[in-house]
């Protein structure tokens, strides 16, 4: 069985700040996994994904990732926070058996001030 | 390219009345899936699809039936609506690299 942890439902930053999203996993095998990204209204984008190549993951928008086997975890960064960053963000697994679908965090919107 | 098509967007029910939400894809994906989106809870899996003739349950099936006839469309139908059932839900498809492709989202209120 496979879980995710997000860490704070809510985050708020300023914007030029620091983007930190927390997430926690545990699988029982090497696992797939992935951030979306879910603006109001809309449906969910794919931000980034590590599928056990580099352990640091390069995404869209000036967001990474970085794969830490041993902490179990999946941290969602950003540099500089923009104002359209606004969003929710979720963390999800997968055991990346074809077919296998994902297992999502509970979200964590991010709120970024001016 | 239209990827994955959900119809109806929005959608207001009466207790005790079924609907069928539509899903098809393009992509030619075996790889099928029905999540519902509450809020704090993420994404839960309804039911999924590995292939035409082939679903299976998911985390919450109790409600709802799928059927797959075709490799193209994923119907999620809602035999008698609850209030519980009152969510956002997302069809997806998984293509390679693993990678899932979702709909737009329906929303659905049960009132």
């Known amino acids: 069985a496979q879980s995710v942890t997000q860490l704070g439902s809510h985050v708020s930053v300023s914007e030029g700040a620091l983007v930190l999203l927390r997430c926690n996993y545990s699988?029982?095998?090497?696992?797939?996994l992935f951030w979306y990204v879910q603006y109001p209204n809309q449906g969910l984008q794919l931000l980034l994904k590590?599928?056990?190549?580099?352990?640091l993951v390069k995404g869209i928008n000036g967001f990474e990732a970085e794969f830490k086997k041993s902490e179990t975890s999946f941290h969602l960064t950003k540099p500089s926070a923009h104002m359209s960053d606004a969003a929710e963000y979720f963390c999800?697994?997968?055991?990346?058996?074809?077919?296998?679908?994902?297992?999502f965090g509970g979200g964590t919107r991010l709120m970024v001030k001016p | 390219n239209a990827g994955v098509t959900q119809t109806p967007k929005f959608q207001v029910l009466k207790t005790g009345q079924s609907m069928t939400l539509q899903c098809a894809q393009d992509?030619?994906?075996?790889?099928m899936s029905w999540y519902r989106q509450d809020p704090g809870m993420g994404l839960r899996l309804i039911h999924y699809?590995?292939?035409?003739?082939?679903?299976d349950q998911g985390e919450v099936p109790n409600g709802y039936n799928v059927s797959r006839s075709t490799t193209e469309d994923f119907p999620l139908r809602l035999l008698s609506a609850a209030p519980s059932q009152t969510s956002v839900y997302f069809c997806?498809?998984?293509?390679?690299?693993?990678?899932?492709?979702f709909g737009e989202g329906s929303w659905l209120t049960v009132v």
């Open positions: 999800a697994v997968s055991d990346g058996n074809a077919g296998n679908m994902l297992t």
């Open positions: 699988s029982s095998v090497p696992p797939y």
């Open positions: 590590y599928t056990s190549a580099a352990t």
């Open positions: 992509m030619n994906h075996e790889y």
């Open positions: 699809s590995v292939g035409a003739g082939i679903t």
């Open positions: 997806a498809s998984i293509g390679s690299g693993n990678t899932i492709y």
